[in-house]
């Protein structure tokens, strides 16, 4: 499609009229449309255009001075837009249809309600919820800025207002003034910045929360401020930006038992405070539901590429038919994706870096889920459709990982006793995927967690399965397409077998090994690196054991542990609804010389049931536990379809 003609845009408008400046209804979708197609000079001349259709195009932005004053519906679904502040020169606009935009965020949606006081419809829903929200928000940053401005001004001293210290003045607010949850960055550093700059134009006195657009009347009188933690309406579907169903949690702060008689008990410990406990996953969204079973969360990889300190604070969640995204600062379900007859096992995230029609490069965050059907969905959670389906095994899927040096290839372990590479390629144009089979890799039995080995991902990936501890050579440079275990491991001295099931596995740093399973009791701690070295010829191999970590005694299984690497730190659920963590620094650094008795946990989270459930549960069993890299949140899973939150104090 080239330029827009005056002919085409009469053909399309309605009014039928041979005169541009009648028509007051307009549909330009489905034709290919690029930004600079939208000819400025000739849409300038629709004077009485109130609706406009630009759907199924190839957007990347909104030119900004196209001159439609009376426009009030503007329809830009399925585009490549990344930006939306072209949208304030349409002051008139009352609804908006921004769905199918990968790029667009909560950030964008936010900025929206700002930049539109008229505006009553966003993607079809009422938009008051997000205008509440964008009004608590400014009103908390103006306030805040306006703080920092009296601190700032106080430090510099009278007779120094010069246009250097302005400038620095507004570098300083957007580096230092933050408020509410990491994924919301975007908009409160984008509206400090504008708050802080009117501050300096008008010398501190022009910037009040009256400067917030206003809602129409009907908006306002109806919006109440919401508490953090008091939601309990049961929507069908939880959209945007809308609170998550969930449960009341009064304590004030979760019971713990610290171990006096650890080896850190010198140091003082984590204190972590319950934020939700949510029944997202509930059928029918029903608060009776208490027999979902839950089974596995990852957090999403951070936005702010290449910085150091960056952590994520969004988590994916699966059970039942549904994948829920979570903002464990809010609680707010922030994306929900339903397969009826499915029942997902387990999630995992992948950033891939995708290429425009314009030649930009963008960073997507790609969420996979899998389960009891074999198959696995590849999720554009943002803009809320499944964009591709890999029929990856006839059994169910177990678990999955994507590797760590190649974003694009994912390992899936299925109940055959079989785990397979793929790789799910770069999506095209139209956000579809071709995925390709890569490697087939045998097992003995049944492969329940994977690990690829942190030293060298590329090269090796360990498993634990049913029938023990498997480690198989991945590197695609080498001929043979399907594989056997190349090496079993045993975790006692003197077996010659590889001994009972591992349930759990993860490496907690680029050698140590935390697994979980091979004795009653105890999660191990062992060197991948000396007994790698020790191996010679022969399978099965004697694992090097550092330390063992004392567990809950029950001969229950399934209960995934994690790691957080950057912390030194291992964590485990059990059958009592507790979520043990050991801190593992010490062992880290320098491994004792000989194996002591198993170290107790430096905390136990104990469940504060019933009191955050609202009803007694009889039974409550962490199946997973995660935390994200700064070990500010952490999420747990359970069999009774509780998604439990906790936020480090």
């Not at 790789?423 to 039995?445: H, K, W």
């Not at 009191?611 to 500010?632: D, I, R, Y």
Request: glycine content about 6%.
């Amino acid at each position: 499609m080239g330029p827009l003609t005056a002919r085409l845009l009469m053909q399309r408008g309605r009014p039928k009229s041979d005169r541009l400046g009648k028509i007051r209804s307009l549909d330009l979708s489905r034709l290919n449309l690029l930004s600079e197609h939208l000819d400025p000079k000739l849409l300038s001349r629709l004077k009485q255009l109130q609706e406009l259709d630009l759907s199924y195009n190839l957007l990347e932005a909104l030119p900004p001075n196209l001159g439609l004053p009376h426009l009030r519906i503007l329809r830009c679904a399925n585009n490549q837009l990344g930006d939306v502040t072209a949208l304030s020169q349409f002051p008139q606009l009352e609804e908006l249809s921004l769905e199918g935009n990968p790029f667009l965020t909560v950030n964008d949606n936010l900025k929206v309600s700002f930049l539109l006081p008229k505006l009553r419809k966003v993607n079809g829903k009422d938009a008051s919820s997000t205008c509440a929200q964008m009004e608590n928000l400014n009103r908390e940053l103006t306030n805040r800025v306006t703080a920092h401005w009296e601190k700032f001004m106080a430090a510099l001293g009278p007779g120094k207002e010069t246009k250097k210290a302005q400038a620095d003045f507004v570098k300083s607010a957007v580096r230092d003034v933050c408020y509410g949850p990491d994924s919301l960055r975007e908009f409160t550093q984008w509206r400090v910045r504008m708050i802080s700059e009117e501050l300096v134009a008008s010398g501190g006195t022009q910037v009040h929360e009256a400067d917030v657009p206003k809602r129409p009347q009907e908006t306002t009188a109806t919006y109440k401020p919401r508490a953090r933690l008091v939601s309990l309406k049961r929507p069908d579907d939880v959209p945007l930006n809308l609170p998550s169903t969930k449960r009341a949690c009064n304590s004030p702060s979760v019971q713990m038992e610290d171990d006096p008689s650890g080896p850190d008990s010198s140091q003082p410990a984590l204190q972590l405070e319950p934020l939700h406990f949510l029944q997202c996953h509930s059928r029918n969204n029903s608060p009776q539901d208490l027999k979902t079973q839950l089974w596995s969360c990852a957090f999403e990889p951070a936005w702010e590429e290449g910085h150091s300190g960056a952590t994520s604070q969004t988590v994916a969640t699966c059970g039942g038919e549904a994948v829920c995204v979570i903002d464990c600062q809010t609680g707010i379900v922030l994306h929900k994706y339903k397969a009826p007859g499915e029942e997902f096992f387990s999630v995992a995230w992948t950033a891939l870096t995708v290429v425009t029609q314009a030649g930009h490069k963008k960073r997507w965050n790609v969420l996979a889920a899998a389960g009891l059907r074999g198959l696995v969905r590849l999720l554009h959670v943002r803009a809320g459709f499944c964009c591709g389906v890999i029929r990856a095994h006839k059994k169910a899927i177990a678990t999955l990982c994507f590797s760590p040096i190649h974003e694009t290839h994912l390992f899936t372990a299925s109940y055959d006793k079989r785990i397979i590479l793929w790789d799910i390629g770069v999506p095209n144009p139209d956000y579809e995927f071709q995925a390709s089979q890569l490697l087939t890799l045998d097992s003995t039995s049944i492969p329940l967690r994977l690990c690829p080995v942190a030293p060298c991902p590329d090269a090796y990936l360990l498993a634990g399965c049913e029938g023990g501890c498997c480690c198989w050579d991945v590197r695609l440079d080498q001929p043979q397409k399907r594989r056997v275990c190349e090496v079993e491991f045993i975790f006692s001295a003197g077996s010659q077998a590889p001994g009972r099931r591992v349930d759990g596995l993860a490496f907690v740093n680029e050698d140590v090994v935390a697994s979980k399973g091979s004795g009653l009791g105890t999660i191990c701690l062992w060197s991948w690196s000396q007994t790698w070295a020790g191996r010679g010829s022969q399978s099965p191999v004697a694992v090097v054991v550092l330390a063992q970590l004392q567990w809950s005694s029950t001969e229950l299984a399934y209960f995934s542990l994690s790691a957080c690497p950057e912390k030194g730190v291992v964590l485990c659920g059990d059958e009592e609804g507790s979520v043990w963590i050991y801190d593992v620094g010490h062992i880290l650094k320098q491994p004792p010389p000989q194996l002591a008795a198993p170290q107790a946990p430096v905390q136990i989270l104990k469940w504060p049931q019933p009191l955050a459930l609202g009803q007694p549960v009889t039974k409550t069993m962490v199946n997973t536990v995660v935390a994200n890299s700064a070990l500010t949140y952490l999420t747990a899973l359970t069999d009774s379809n509780i998604i439990a939150v906790w936020r480090r104090c």
